[in-house]
Structures are given as C-alpha cells and as structure tokens.
C-alpha cells in the first residue's frame, strides 16, 4: 500500500473525467458524450500527478484512508477537472472604464482605437509602469481567475509594442509562473497594434530584426520562457503578409503559432493558420466557409471568445455551431483585457451556450481538454485522467451542470480548487 499520497477526493456524486481514452482533443460528437462517474473518487499521488480515479468503492478496496495527506468527502458534490482559459491580456496598468461608457454610447473598438483608446492608451500606461507594479496587479487578476476555477491560463504581451516593454511584461509573466500555483502558457504578442509614430510595415521590421532576436537570445541563455506567438491579423493592423512573417520567424524560434484572426474583417486568417500548422486562432467572428473548413483539416483548434462579442455588442457572434459541425477543435477563452474585464470561464460558457448555442457538455469540452489542446498542453492538463496533472474543482452541487447554469454563481458553487494535489481555494 502507498504512503502519503497527497489527496483523496471520495464519494463525489459525478466525476467529469472529460474523456479517458487519452484523446488530446474533442470535436462535437465527443464532447456530447462527456465520460462521467457517478459516486466517484480521485487520488492525487505525492507527485501532484492523478494516480486513480474509478468508482468509490473500488478506490476504497484499493486505498486506506491514513496513507493520505489529505481527505475531502465530497458527498453531494460534483468534480470537474480544473478549467482551462485559453487566452487572456492579464499584464497592463491603467483600466479603460471610461472607453466602457463610451462604447455604451455607441463608438466601436475602432472608433476608440483610431482615436487613440484602446490598446494605445494600455500601452502608454504599462511602458510607464514598474515592473513590481505590473507583477503584483499580475498576481491578483490571476487569484481571481483561479477563484473562479481557472487552474491553466495562457498569458500574453502585448502592451509594449517595442522591445523594452515586451521583454518587461514577458518577465513579469516568468515571475508569476514561478511564484504562483496557477498554470501559465506565455505567449509574446509584441505584433498586438501598430505602435504610433511607426506604419505597419516599420512595426513589422522591428519585430522581425530587433523583438525576436533579443527574444531568442534570452531563451537560448534560459532567462526567459516563452510558449506561443500571437500577432493581431486585422485591417489597419497586421496584414496577412506581415503576419505570416512573423508567426513564420516565431515557429522557427521553437514557439507555438496562436494568434488573433478574423475578428472584425474576414483576412484569410483561418487558412493562414490552417497553413503554418497554428495550434489555434482565437476571435473569428469573421471567419470564412473556407476557413473553417481550413481550420477542421488542419486540426487548428478555434479559441472562441464570448465576451468580446457581447461588450462590442457584434452583430457576427463566432459561428461554434458551424465549426462544431464541420470537426473544428473548438476551445473557449475569457478574453481578459481593459475592453473585456471578465476573470470568470464559468461566465463564459454560461455565454457560449446562451449566445453561440453550444451545449453545456459542449462549452465545458471546450474550456477544458480542447482549450488545453489549443495551448498544446492537452497531454498533460484539461481531463481527469491517471498521470495528467491533479488540478480540479469540487462544486457545491449535485450536478456539474450548475457550474454553468448559474451565472455568475462561481462564488456559491466552487467549493474548493486543487492545484496538483494542493487546495489553492478553500
Ligand atoms: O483579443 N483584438 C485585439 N486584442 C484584444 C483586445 C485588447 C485591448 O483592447 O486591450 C482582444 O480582444
Ligand atoms: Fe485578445
């Protein structure tokens, strides 16, 4: 018999293991079919890894009790594998609640850009900013997503547009991944907006001949860990030309391509994925037939992001039930930035069933094993399965569903969240 393993959960009235054959990904027919135990338990080895997970009574005949760290009897309790938010903006200073009112009022993300708002205004606040201060509102933004039942978050630059600044907010980044329980995926985005003063193809040389080189000599040396690359393909931003070079340069750095396509104009984003083998790309609103089917060949995941769609008040919401339909991978993100201030994935998929009709079963798939997948991650994160790592959430609720049904309820139904074997909230 084992000793001192880390947890046992027991008797949970479901275990939503997501799957348990070892599939990296979902698309629709298996993401309806979600693998769930009723009266279940998971043991979290001293690794921090999942060890068992089965019916209670043959996890019982197995384990004793005492050869644990750890007990929680989850009795009229639902697990669920930590979820996955599979893309967010978390390091800048300065908020943009002003913009809000004016986008109440009927200006667009471009009329805000243009005039200067938007990302630019983020940019000026965070090249400003300390580095410390930059860290510690970092630190919060993540306890809340963690709260809210995040335990993996991808992670992005982009509010530096010169070399200085990115490098910055991709250390503050690095510091928070060493400091924090929370599961980070960091991506560069130095290409986020065209910085002022520069046109885009001045951004574009910058990017090419100073930004990635420098990036690439610290990765080299070990200073710095960088998972993906994103670049924001879109009118009066990057255009397919530039954007294919930069994703082009950062795949041969060793970087993941997940970037930002089709979100206000249809660019031919989604082939262009399909094309340079993109783990994801997020947004689509504007994505083409082709593209999707583009995107469901080349197993690209698409990272749909409800919130943006619903702040800017788009006609276009992302087609899921188009991509779902033609064997797109599809994953969720909050979008968490100054426009879209949302922490909580829950509120997300609550979004996603209500405004892109997805189903529940569908929007939990895709914020946990297929957002894991879009960060290249899903072998190791997104599903309750032996040998993945033990992050998950024990909810107040006799059915995982109420994770979602109430909305913007995660403070009643989140009971606890376990980090690798660690309750990280209480
Ligand atoms: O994904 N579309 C571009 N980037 C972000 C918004 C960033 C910002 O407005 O600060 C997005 O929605
Ligand atoms: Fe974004």
């Known amino acids: 018999m084992s000793r001192n393993d880390r947890l046992l959960v027991k008797n949970a009235k479901q275990v939503v293991l997501i799957c348990n054959n070892g599939e990296k990904y979902l698309t629709k027919q298996s993401m309806n079919n979600l693998c769930v135990i009723e009266d279940g338990s998971v043991v979290i080895g001293s690794d921090g890894l999942i060890k068992a997970v089965g019916s209670a009574e043959a996890i019982r005949a197995q384990y004793s009790e005492s050869s644990f760290d750890r007990v929680i009897d989850a009795t009229d309790m639902c697990v669920l594998p930590g979820l996955v938010d599979a893309h967010t903006h978390p390091v800048w200073a300065g908020d943009r609640v002003h913009e809000f009112a004016m986008k109440l009022a009927g200006a667009t993300y471009m009329d805000v850009h243009r005039a200067g708002g938007g990302i630019h205004f983020t940019v000026e606040h965070t090249r400003a900013a300390a580095p410390s201060d930059l860290l510690a509102s970092l630190r919060s933004r993540l306890m809340r997503l963690q709260r809210a039942g995040t335990t993996l978050v991808e992670c992005k630059s982009g509010y530096g547009l010169e070399l200085q600044t990115e490098i910055k907010m991709l250390e503050v980044i690095e510091e928070a991944r060493c400091s924090l329980p929370i599961n980070i995926s960091s991506t560069y985005c130095g290409a986020h907006a065209v910085p002022k003063g520069k046109t885009a193809a001045e951004a574009t040389e910058d990017i090419l001949l100073v930004q990635l080189p420098r990036l690439k000599e610290l990765m080299s040396a070990g200073k710095l860990r960088v998972d993906n690359i994103d670049v924001f393909c879109e009118q009066g931003v990057f255009d397919l030309d530039s954007t294919r070079s930069i994703l082009e340069a950062g795949k041969e750095m060793g970087l993941n391509i997940n970037f930002h396509g089709d979100e206000l104009h249809p660019m031919n984003s989604a082939q262009l994925g399909a094309e340079l083998g993109a783990l994801a790309v997020s947004h689509l609103e504007e994505v083409t ?12 995941a698409a990272v749909l992001l409800p919130t943006t769609a619903y702040i800017l008040r788009y006609c276009n919401t992302p087609r ?35 405004n892109m009709r997805m189903s529940m079963s569908e929007a939990l798939a895709a914020a946990t094993i297929n957002a894991a997948f879009a960060l290249g991650r899903s072998h190791t994160h997104g599903s309750l399965e032996v040998n993945k790592h033990g992050d998950l959430l024990i909810l107040n609720a006799t059915r995982w569903e109420h994770l ?17 074997g660690s309750v990280v909230y209480d």
């Open 289 to 300: 037939d082709e593209g999707i089917v583009a995107m469901a060949k080349a197993k690209t």
């Open 320 to 354: 899921a039930r188009d991509m779902l339909d033609a064997g797109v991978i599809v994953a969720l993100g909050s979008d968490f930035n100054p426009n879209a201030y949302c922490c909580s994935m829950p509120i997300v998929m609550h979004l996603a069933c209500v």
């Open 404 to 420: 979602i049904y109430q909305l913007g309820g995660h403070q009643e139904t989140i009971r606890y969240v376990i980090i690798k």
